[in-house]
């Protein structure tokens, strides 16, 4: 069974900063990519940003310059630091993981509960 732990929301003013972390725990036996999606009320869920196991990232257009994913391998963790943080960036954000169980070509996304993130102007 895996289990994805995100914390670092809250509340923040406008131009302000917050740091998101998501573990991932359980028989993991590999860990494709992992990143952050949000959802705003009324929205889709959409990728924020992510990394895949060779460090390469993709950022959404709108925080590009804004927002930096990184991540611990060694502690199945993915951070997300967001700075100049907008109204617009109000969201409940999610984090994923691709990995697999056992040795194979089977990866499965795995989904965290989602902490909420809101910016007042």
């Known amino acids: 069974q895996v289990q994805l732990v995100e914390s670092g929301g809250g509340l923040v003013q406008a131009g302000g900063s917050l740091r998101l972390s998501c573990a991932a725990s359980g028989t993991i036996f590999s860990i494709r990519a992992m990143g952050w999606y949000r959802q705003a009320p009324g929205s889709e869920r959409d990728l924020v940003a992510y990394i895949d196991s060779g460090s390469n990232t993709n950022y959404a257009n709108a925080v590009k310059g804004r927002f930096t994913i990184s991540r611990d391998i060694a502690k199945n963790t993915v951070y997300l630091q967001m700075n100049s943080l907008k109204p617009e960036d109000t969201a409940l954000y999610y984090c994923?993981?691709?990995?697999?169980?056992?040795?194979?070509?089977?990866?499965?996304?795995?989904w965290g509960q989602g902490t909420q993130v809101t910016v007042s102007s």
């Open positions: 994923n993981a691709v990995l697999s169980l056992a040795s194979g070509p089977y990866y499965t996304p795995y």
